[in-house]
Each structure stands twice: as structure tokens, then as C-alpha cells.
């Protein structure tokens, strides 16, 4: 089943243990205003390949900014739906899921593994007073025993701060959406958000809407980075053949009808978008038809009867006629801000 207790922890971050051992852990401890936790955060998989999938951003601008800074201290759960702050790495276009790379948890030498990568940004918060961190993952606990790292009892944290979708057969019962975990951390002495972002490679990036499990038709052996076409389609479209380059979010005058998105095809051939849809970030759908040139752009306008884009911030997804992901992107309110102005992503 999906994870029993999702949700998103605020605290301050005042230490850490870098993950050692058979199934390593990057360990944080987080003080809210009334109790200790820690974070338990995966460096190594239990499967191979072992590396994880890491991505950080570290100028992290997306609506849930705004939301999240709001937030009191502790522990807040989550429902796993769309329009809300539960993280989905695949639906709620918070990164481009094909920069995510592999990194082992304990290479020799300094600032070169996921330990010391994520002690990097944990450190700096450490060190910061007025630094918040963001922790979303399934929490467990109080416990009667004390924290076998920290020692305060009692014992309760948050762990599963990766991608809990598209997970190979033996954690398949993990499977669901809007339920990933990751890292924000803000650091206002810095005026930045940085968010850390990970995954398994044993996980797939193409997942059931309902349930999130792993599409087999759509992820090519369970690669968990996004995955090329299936060998006997060799015209399906991959992940960015056509990207979604520009958008017009907040036209002069009234918005119905006049809001635009523009999609570009990076690819030598000419691609029918007949059964292709824009989605915005309520899953309403524009669904498209025709076909967008080799190397050619296409200004989509929407009607205003579907999907919208709100001036309050939101995402836009690009998903083709298996209701796949092709692209995605996301804005803030304040990006939406210029009237007239057409937002290049």
C-alpha cells in the first residue's frame, strides 16, 4: 500500500552523521518548537546498480515556495493529491527528471559522493540561525526507546526522502502518488531554496496515475532514468522530443481564451500530436491534434474550456496519446506577474 503517514517536516537542522555501514543513512537531527526528530535519508540502494539517482537545485523556485514558508514548525501530513504541497516527481514538474545523475554514497577523497554532497547544504543550514528545513517522507515514531544516533528520546523521524513511484517488485507495495520524498532547505541569508531530489535506479519515471506503479510498456527494463522507446516502437516519441519552451500565462485583458503555450520538436521528423494533451496543474487537459514540423515550434492557444494556466503559479505538462510525460515545467506567481509578457522556460 501507498506510505501510511506522508507528510512534510519543518525544523532546523542543528546536526548530522554521513550514512556508513550495509544500508547506509544520511542522518539529520531537526528540532521544531517542542520536539527532536531525525531525518533518515537513503545514500545507497539495497539493489544494484546501488548508486542513487541525485538532483539538487540550488535556486529552487516553485510555487510551493510560498506555501512552505508558511508552515509552522513540525511534522504536517500531507494528502497525496495533486494542487497541494505532497511532492510527485514526475506530476508536479519540480525538476527535469533527465538531469538526474548517479553518485555513490563513499568515494575517497573530498566533496566527491552523495555523503558529502548532501552534508554540503545540510552544513550551511546548520550554520545558519534562521535556516529552515523542509524534510518530505513517511514518519514514524514516538518511539519508547531513544534514538539509537541522537540519543533523545523519544525516538521519531521522518525517513523515504526519495521517489516512493515506479519502484521495482519486491518495494512495489511503496507504490504511490504524490507521496515522493526529497530535501528543501531555505537559507534567507543567502535568499535561496535549494532542494534535493532522489531516486533509485531500479525505479521507472513512467507510473500509473492512480496507484504509481511502473507502466512496463513505457519503462524499458526499469531504468530509472527516463526511458528511450520500446525496441519493437521505434517511432514512439522519447521524454523532450518536444519540450515546452515558452508560455503566455497572463495575457493583456482578460486571460480566457488568449493564454498560449509554445512547444518545440528537437527531433529530425515531423510528429503527429494527434491524442497529445496540455495539462495544467488541476489535471485539466487541452488536447491537441495535427502534427508539429522536424526542428519546428508550435503555439498552442488555450481555450480557456480546459486546462489554464493560473497567474498564482502553477505547472504545465506535456503528455502524449498514452497519457505519458513528454515535458514539463513549472512558474511562480511572481513569474506570472507581467501581463502580456511571454515566459520563456
Known amino acids: 500500500m501507498p506510505l501510511k503517514n506522508y507528510g512534510v517536516l519543518k525544523g532546523k537542522a542543528i546536526d548530522s552523521r554521513e550514512g556508513m555501514g550495509a544500508s547506509p543513512h544520511f542522518q539529520i537531527l531537526i528540532v521544531d518548537d517542542d520536539l527532536r526528530h531525525r531525518i533518515a535519508i537513503n545514500v545507497k540502494s539495497k539493489v544494484e546498480p546501488s548508486e542513487l539517482l541525485y538532483y539538487v537545485d540550488e535556486n529552487f523556485d516553485h510555487p510551493m515556495v510560498t506555501e512552505l514558508e508558511s508552515l509552522l514548525p513540525g511534522f504536517h501530513e500531507l494528502p497525496s493529491e495533486h494542487g497541494g504541497m505532497a511532492l510527485d516527481y514526475i506530476r508536479g514538474n519540480c525538476f527535469d527528471l533527465s538531469m538526474a545523475k548517479p553518485l555513490p554514497h563513499d568515494i575517497p577523497g573530498p566533496d566527491n559522493d552523495l555523503n558529502e ?6 552544513a550551511r543550514a546548520i550554520a545558519m540561525e534562521n535556516s529552515a528545513v523542509y524534510a518530505f517522507g513517511e514518519k514514524w515514531g514516538p518511539e519508547t526507546k531513544r534514538d539509537k544516533y541522537f540519543g533523545f528520546k ?15 517488485d519486491a518495494w512495489r507495495g511503496d507504490d504511490g502518488v504524490y507521496q515522493d520524498g526529497g530535501l528543501i532547505i531555505h537559507l534567507p541569508d543567502e535568499a535561496r531554496w535549494v532542494a534535493i531530489f532522489l ?22 527494463g526499469g531504468g530509472g532514468a527516463p526511458p528511450g522507446p520500446p525496441v519493437d516502437e521505434p517511432t514512439e516519441t522519447r521524454d523532450k522530443d518536444v519540450r515546452i519552451i515558452a508560455a503566455l500565462i497572463n495575457p493583456e485583458g482578460h486571460d480566457y481564451g488568449l493564454e498560449s503555450v509554445t512547444l518545440l520538436n528537437t527531433t529530425p521528423d515531423s510528429i503527429d500530436l494527434d491524442g497529445w494533451a496540455i495539462a495544467d496543474k488541476n489535471k485539466k487537459k487541452a488536447h491537441l491534434s495535427g502534427s508539429i514540423g522536424a ?10 474550456k ?38 520563456v522556460f
Not at 154 to 168: F, K, V
Not at 199 to 220: K, L, Y
Open 306 to 343: 480546459d486546462a489554464q494556466l493560473s497567474n498564482k503559479g502553477g505547472i504545465i505538462t506535456l503528455l502524449d496519446r498514452k497519457g505519458l510525460k513528454v515535458d514539463g515545467v513549472s512558474y511562480t506567481k511572481k513569474e506570472a506577474s507581467g501581463s502580456g509578457w511571454t515566459m
Open 295 to 304: 526542428g519546428e515550434t508550435l503555439r498552442i492557444t488555450l481555450s480557456g
Open 117 to 122: 554532497l548532501i552534508h554540503k547544504y545540510v
Open 154 to 168: 523519544p525516538g521519531n523521524g521522518i525517513h523515504d526522502i526519495h521517489a516512493n513511484q515506479g519502484n521495482s
Open 199 to 220: 531516486a533509485f535506479q531500479s525505479q521507472c519515471f513512467h507510473t500509473d496515475d492512480v496507484t504509481g506503479h511502473r507502466i512496463p510498456e513505457a519503462c524499458d
